[in-house]
RNA sequence: GGAGAGGUACCGAAGUGGUCGUAACGGGGCGGUCUCGAAAACCGCUGUACGGGCAACUGUACCGAGGGUUCGAAUCCCUCCCUCUCCGCCA
């Protein structure tokens, strides 16, 4: 969430920032409400300082008459307030988690995704001597994809992957640690992108698919209603994404500052009910309610966070272009970039048998907003501990990623190569 | 799933209703004395959050979490979470 300070301090450049995300906050109410919780607060705190002072005077001996009428009086005087402050503390977090991160200066305002900008591209849509097939109908003819038996065991939105398109997944991932894990190739990027960076390579995770509410609500990521399965049975919620348990694997730490950043490279199934997406991508696997995904997670102190979102978009750039796929990088707008974040881009990969750039990756930058919630600081070389900035950015969401090769890298006879850059990774294997 | 043990500060660990949550003791860290320098020894310091104050400073809360009992709770009661050991089951 954000910090109450900023808005106690900017009042209106908060409700200036909100209104550029589309989200209406009543910053007056939340003032007015902040202020009541504080008074009530002092309220309580002067009424326990009487109450230590009684108890502390009887400490010891047995307590006189009236100091046990002055305590239990006290006591149902602090137990009133306390009820009171409970409930103006819970309308006050309420209407505080809905204001939203501020974004940053650069951020496009805008009021619809057509606002975003596209500020760079890659590649050159290839062009086809005959009609081009989307990658359901490639992978289904090649026995690599398999919806109507997924939808007799699972239902709509699931896919069973099979033969080279799986070993073809596995390849992926390997290119990604290896090069993830390169410093070299870190520190390149860091220097063609003029950043002021050090070359920690990305450590490999396989993090838990499930977590628990707690540390769910404070990453700010929680989205019940639309996108988050249950497992209620057992409290727990089946993520969404590998950055959701990679974020808040430090919860309630504070991590060495001569070790930032830490730079993370996770590998998740992701699971997504899809509830506000009816209809929509129903074909192929665009758009499943489970697919696995390569996130990379980045903690950083405050003064690189920016950096490291930058260093997190050369290596998408890096990733997309090394398989040779067509992309476009765009800025997100203000209305686009989501709550929590301070800044998105978001990598489009060419899709031709839509003719389209579709959404395969983003990278969030969310400043201190997460970790506000899930405590996790550094401690500065003044002495004083400060929240850490967290970056996410996708390295590749896999099922759009392998539609995207099936589709530009398709030939005539209905069969399609492996980018070459997989092919090691493949044993050698140049088609499938 | 069954049985047992336990969760206290940076780490280890004591504390079972009232002189102290900076919470014994040990270690670590920081500063100082000593030294040419270091080690050892000795002395001192050593949490976080929120609130009030220009500041010095000060109040409150925090002994896994949340409730309860009490004038007063780390300590008693209830619920939950987590860790460890053994048995069972299992990739």
Redesign the pocket.
């Known amino acids: 969430m954000i910090d ?2 900023f808005v106690r301090e900017n009042p209106e450049l908060v409700a200036k920032g909100s209104m550029q995300k589309g989200v209406k906050v009543d910053i007056d109410k939340l003032l007015k409400l902040d202020q009541q919780r ?1 008074d009530l ?2 309220q ?3 009424i ?2 009487e ?6 005077a ?6 006189e008459a009236e ?2 009428a ?3 009086q ?2 149902t005087q ?2 009133q307030l306390e009820n009171e402050f ?1 409930t103006a503390d819970k309308d006050y977090l309420e209407l505080l988690r809905t204001v939203p991160n501020m974004p940053l200066e650069d951020v496009p305002v805008g009021s619809s995704e057509d606002d975003n900008v596209v500020y760079k591209s890659g590649g050159t849509p290839p062009q086809f001597a005959f009609t081009p097939l989307s990658h359901q109908e490639i992978g289904e003819k090649l026995g690599l994809i398999d919806k109507v038996r997924a939808a007799k065991i699972a239902g709509s939105r699931f896919a069973y992957l099979k033969g080279d398109l799986v070993r073809l997944q596995f390849a992926i991932v390997s290119f990604v640690i290896s090069e993830l894990g390169n410093p070299e190739l870190i520190a390149k990027l860091i220097a063609d992108n003029h950043l002021n960076l050090p070359n920690h390579p990305f450590v490999p995770v396989l993090p838990p698919a499930l977590l ?1 509410t707690a540390p769910y609500e404070a990453s700010a990521r929680l989205n019940a209603e639309e996108t988050t399965y249950k497992v209620e049975q057992d ?1 727990l919620w089946l993520n969404a994404s590998a950055e959701h348990t990679l974020c808040t694997m430090f919860m309630d730490e ?1 991590l060495p500052k001569d070790e930032l950043p830490l730079r993370f490279i996770g590998y998740s199934t992701s699971f997504r009910r899809e509830a506000g997406s009816y209809g929509k991508d129903f074909e192929g696997i665009l758009r499943l309610h489970q697919f696995d995904k390569l996130e990379m997670e980045v903690f950083s102190t405050p003064e690189s966070g920016l950096e490291e979102h930058r260093l997190l978009v050369a290596i998408q750039e890096h990733l997309v272009s090394s398989l040779g796929l067509p992309y476009q990088m765009m800025n997100k707008c203000t209305f686009d970039i989501g709550k929590p974040n301070a800044r998105g881009v978001d990598v489009n990969t060419w899709f031709p048998s839509q003719q389209l750039y579709r959404e395969t990756h983003s990278a969030d930058y969310l400043t201190d907003y997460q970790t506000r919630d899930l405590k996790i ?1 550094t ?1 500065m070389d003044n ?3 400060e929240l850490v900035h967290t970056n996410d950015a996708t390295a590749f969401a896999l099922g759009r990623i392998l539609a995207a090769i099936i589709e530009n890298y398709q030939d005539q006879d209905g069969h399609f190569s492996v980018p070459p850059v997989l092919v090691p990774f493949m044993g050698g294997q140049v088609k499938i």
Not at 58 to 63: D, T
């Open positions: 109450v300070n504080r607060l002092n309580i705190d002067a326990r300082q109450r230590n002072q009684v108890a502390q009887a400490s010891g001996k047995k307590p100091q046990l002055k305590g239990q006290l006591k602090l137990a409970k628990k409290d504070v600081r401690r002495g004083k501990l």
